[in-house]
């Protein structure tokens, strides 16, 4: 809702506000959460191989011991380069129970990567899985030289990894080895002393590019927590259950998936690396309730012929976050999935589609999209948050339905970047705002609407263009199936925008089709003057998101 504070304009959660602990461990707020709950599948991964949440509260105290054991001081930091597998949940929280701070990162990062991210923290301990362990051993020495022990969990034949972990130099112990303690772990090492103590460092572009490491601290996770689940799980009557392929190094995946879900009790199913086949087939056979996905994920769902050949009549409700989702797929989506015939022979819409809108500095989650609405916008802020709208040039705080910057304000909103006061300092204004980098606006009902990042925004003839605005347009047409638009340098209007388009299979079509198709719908300044590329696929990352990055590298070729 709006709100005016010293003559300003501001948008202020109209959720009841909830009350943050001080001082409490994030893997103890987890643990009285499931403690407080029946004994019962929390976790399946892919292959449908299960947790009862009883043994992982086990394991989690299990795993602080065995740090303890290898005496950890408090506020080590541990590395850990995983895929979503099983072991992953239990570790991350056992590291936090046993006083470390954890600090997570793409498991198919180059060691080039790896180095120029994780290395900066100089992490005391590493938790890495066999296969990752074999790409990067010869390089481990160099990579964490502050490194005492490696922790290998074996995700192929044990025989051979025994054999080959036996003949290494470095310290290296098995994760099962911790399985075998009495789980009585070190209370005073698990204290936070106070509010700014750090729980996680996860790695971001930032608001501005390069890789920082964003420090949250106990509070920000469990604020966060809280915050989704009063704004999002709460609102339904029963646990869901609940799937994605989320890549939980990734904020989203850590804490709006990972930790609201086994703290409010649903099942959780996730996989590594998207697949569309594998996401339909658990649903089907899984009942699947709730999805967790990204736009391309969503365009995926509302597009792909294998959509019909399976069963998603389950699915209620589909949140996607990590770029405004597209109104014509949304649509899509709910003409296509859960959509039941009435008396009338009219369709109704049983599904939800709906937007959530965060960054890694707000520990994911800072809107989410109330169930009363049908709409593209990324929904109302969460709990104890405040947001404003500034404008770009002269910093002035905007009214509603005025397009300007997004600085949000609140419980959640990260600590400081690790070890970069400059890019610290340069990411919050004087009264303490995270300015996010985002473009957008809020109606009248305090829904915020993305309209693009200010990074990917395109200076045409002056304008500025945003790409979200002329992909939208183009999903539209009849023959497109997915698409991208960058900016490339123009001699004539600075930045001209191109798009890289994909076709639905069997379809053709030429570029001089899609100019005549566009043009009439877009201003001049809009036009596709750096060029039309059809291409078989977009470059995406394991979660599926699209690299634009790796577009504008192509076109620079």
Not at 166 to 186: A, C, K, L, V
Not at 217 to 238: D, F, G, L, P, R
Not at 281 to 287: A, N, S
Not at 350 to 357: G, I, P, S
Request: aromatic share 8%; hydrophobic share 35%.
């Amino acid at each position: 809702m709006k709100v005016y504070i010293n003559n300003k304009i501001y948008f202020k959660s109209d959720h009841p506000q909830i009350i943050i602990e001080n001082n409490i461990n994030l893997s103890n707020f987890i643990i009285t959460s499931l403690k407080e709950k029946e004994n019962k599948i929390i976790l399946k991964d892919g292959n449908l191989k299960s947790i009862y949440s009883y043994d992982l509260i086990d394991a989690v105290q299990k795993v602080a011991k065995g740090f303890n054991l290898q005496e950890i001081n408090k506020r080590d930091v541990v590395g850990i380069i995983t895929p979503n597998i099983l072991e992953y949940t239990y570790c991350v929280l056992g590291v936090i129970l046993g006083g470390g701070i954890v600090s997570q990162i793409n498991p198919n990062s180059t060691v080039s990567e790896i180095k120029n991210t994780l290395s900066t923290v100089e992490p005391k301990f590493i938790i890495i899985n066999y296969s990752n362990y074999i790409r990067i051993k010869e390089n481990i020495k160099d990579l964490f030289p502050k490194c005492r022990a490696l922790i290998l969990i074996y995700d192929c034949d044990n025989d051979q990894n025994i054999k080959l972990s036996t003949e290494s130099s470095f310290n290296i112990i098995h994760i099962n080895s911790f399985m075998d303690n009495d789980g009585i772990y070190n209370e005073s090492l698990a204290g936070v002393e106070s509010d700014n103590d750090i729980a996680a460092i996860l790695f971001s572009g930032g608001t501005t590019g390069n890789y920082k490491g964003v420090c949250l601290t106990h509070s920000n996770c469990v604020a966060s927590i809280k915050q989704v689940i009063v704004s999002e799980y709460s609102k339904h009557t029963e646990p869901q259950k609940i799937i994605s392929c989320i890549p939980m190094y990734h904020m989203f995946g850590f804490i709006t998936i990972f930790l609201c879900c086994i703290a409010y009790g649903c099942c959780l199913y996730f996989f590594n690396n998207y697949n569309l086949k594998k996401l339909l087939t658990l649903i089907e056979k899984e009942k699947i309730t709730f999805a967790f996905i990204i736009p391309t994920i969503g365009i995926d769902l509302a597009k792909s012929l294998l959509v019909e050949k399976h069963d998603c009549s389950s699915l209620k409700s589909i949140i996607s976050g990590g770029a405004p989702f597209p109104e014509t797929i949304v649509k899509d989506l709910q003409m296509r999935i859960g959509v039941s015939i009435n008396k009338d022979n009219k369709p109704i819409k049983n599904l939800k589609v709906r937007q959530v809108y965060g960054l890694t500095e707000s520990s994911a989650v800072a809107l989410t999209n109330p169930f009363k609405y049908e709409t593209s916008s990324s929904g109302n802020l969460v709990s104890n948050m405040i947001s404003k709208v500034i404008d770009f040039d002269s910093g002035v705080n905007l009214d509603v339905n005025k397009i300007g910057h997004i600085c949000l304000k609140g419980p959640n909103i990260m600590k400081e970047y690790y070890n970069n006061k400059n890019a610290t300092n340069s990411t919050f204004d004087d009264e303490g705002f995270l300015l996010t980098g985002d473009i957008g606006y809020f109606d009248e009902n305090g829904e915020l609407y993305i309209v693009d990042r200010i990074k990917d925004l395109i200076k045409s003839y002056g304008y500025q263009v945003t790409p979200a605005e002329i992909e939208s347009i183009l999903l539209s047409h009849p023959k497109v199936q997915e698409a991208c638009v960058i900016g490339v340098p123009s001699v004539e209007n600075g930045e001209a925008p191109k798009a890289f388009i994909v076709l639905k299979p069997n379809e053709k079509a030429t570029k001089n089709e899609i100019y005549k198709w566009l043009n009439p719908k877009i201003s001049h300044y809009k036009s596709l003057n750096g060029g039309i590329v059809f291409i078989d696929s977009l470059p995406k990352s394991p979660a599926g998101k699209i690299l634009r990055r790796n577009l504008k590298l192509l076109s620079k070729m």
